[in-house]
């Protein structure tokens, strides 16, 4: 059974910092593609971040850039979303999704295969 488990959400203020963690289970983890997205209230979903593990190379939307890192521990076939100076803008739900290296296009989430349950970020002005 394919597992994404999000964990690392919560609320903090304008500039400050949190680390989202996603446990990975089920699949091959160094054949595919973990990814990053977020859900605002009203919004639809948009791409955040998101990792090929078989090489290490990362994409970032530009609204991201300089403020968020995506790494992976594959040990532990998990992968982390650092996020600094986080903004109000930044408030959502956060998924992680895992797609076949193959097929996945990062920034269309339909393109993606598995998903998490999301964690809630906060981000108090």
């Known amino acids: 059974e394919v597992q994404l488990v999000e964990s690392g959400g919560g609320l903090v203020q304008t500039g400050g910092s949190l680390r989202l963690s996603c446990a990975a289970s089920?699949?091959?983890?160094?054949?595919?593609?973990i990814g990053w997205f977020r859900q605002a209230p009203g919004k639809e979903r948009e791409a955040v971040s998101c990792?090929?593990?078989?090489?290490?190379?990362?994409v970032y939307v530009e609204a991201v850039k300089g403020r968020f890192t995506i790494t992976s521990d594959n040990a532990k076939n998990t992968v982390y979303l650092q996020m600094n100076n986080l903004q109000p803008a930044d408030t959502a739900v956060y998924y992680c999704?895992?797609?076949?290296?193959?097929?996945?296009?990062?920034?269309?989430?339909?393109?993606?295969?598995?998903w998490g349950q999301g964690t809630q970020v906060t981000v108090s002005s």
């Open positions: 089920g699949f091959s983890f160094n054949d595919y593609v």
């Open positions: 990792r090929y593990i078989s090489d290490g190379h990362t």
């Open positions: 999704a895992a797609g076949v290296e193959y097929s996945v296009v990062c920034r269309n989430s339909e393109t993606w295969d598995y």
